[in-house]
């Protein structure tokens, strides 16, 4: 984790993990005279007690001598994919309070359990490469690409890390069913299933989506130049000659630089946009994930912001 960015607020739930996180990265700053963490803790409000629960955490952090800071996700709650919905929040809140404390990096206590269950969620939805593939140990906080998102215990076992923590909060929502990730738990432990094994395939995926990656950026170095106002110029032979995966990476790549947005395009629309750049039938021009992608001349198409919308920061 030397890569890691310092100084760093450490997402506490008050479960096992989170709280062993939190304790291991205390003494590492003590001992290494680096700035404490800041401990920051999320009241979705979605059940009773979370409130009593987020003071607690609070309370545990000042007895460990650190700061902490509650934060509550306020308005109406969703009615389905509550999951998803409240990772969004709590991921958008904390990283909101780190870009507004100067905190370049949030920390968090995902496990190689952790890991492995991811997997196989992504699995059941047939997630391709990229999804199927390991959690970093550092990457983008999801939805907020300058906020370094840090996970120091991926390479350990939930139970191991777990050892050491005598006080923790339950969370009932751990142990309910019609959650998708507690079914995945339940499921790996009735079958046996090794975790080392999974964890192991998704650490070789991540390696593949590396490699293509490297060879991604290669194609647009070769293929783009920036054009006026949040433009960019691509060379429609460079990007179309690539095999088809690395294509379709680059091409993704080109609308989320120039929209600013943080997720990739739909691959159904990016597909077909692709194999119109391949078969000369763009034609006019089109519109993809706030992106319009027109003729230049040449050889070459222009992507540049759908009108109406301002240009990415620079």
Known sequence: MADAPWPGAVAVSGGADSLALMHLLAAWAKSARRKAPVVLTVDHGLRDGSSADARKVARWARAAGLKAAVLTWKGDKPKADIEAEARAARYRLMAQWCRANGVAALY??????????????????????????????????????????VRPLLGFARDDVRA?????????????????????????AGLGVSVERIAAAAAHLDRARAALEEVTEAV??????????GSILVETAALTAAPREIGLR?????????????????????ERLFDSLVNGGLGAGSTLHGCKIAPAGGGHIRISPEKGRAPPPQ
């Open 108 to 149: 968090v206590g995902h496990t190689r359990d952790d890991q492995v269950e991811t997997f196989m969620l992504r699995l059941a939805r047939g997630s391709g490469l990229d999804g199927l593939a390991s959690m970093r140990a550092v990457s983008p906080c999801p939805g907020h690409a300058d906020i370094a998102l």
């Open 164 to 188: 050491g923590v005598a006080e923790r909060i339950d969370d009932p929502m751990n142990a309910d069913l019609r959650f998708g990730r507690v079914r995945v738990r339940e499921a790996l």
């Open 220 to 229: 647009l170095h070769r293929a783009c130049r920036p054009d006026k106002a």
């Open 250 to 270: 680059a091409l993704a790549k080109l609308l989320m630089a120039v929209s600013g947005q943080v997720y990739r395009p739909r691959f159904e629309r990016s």
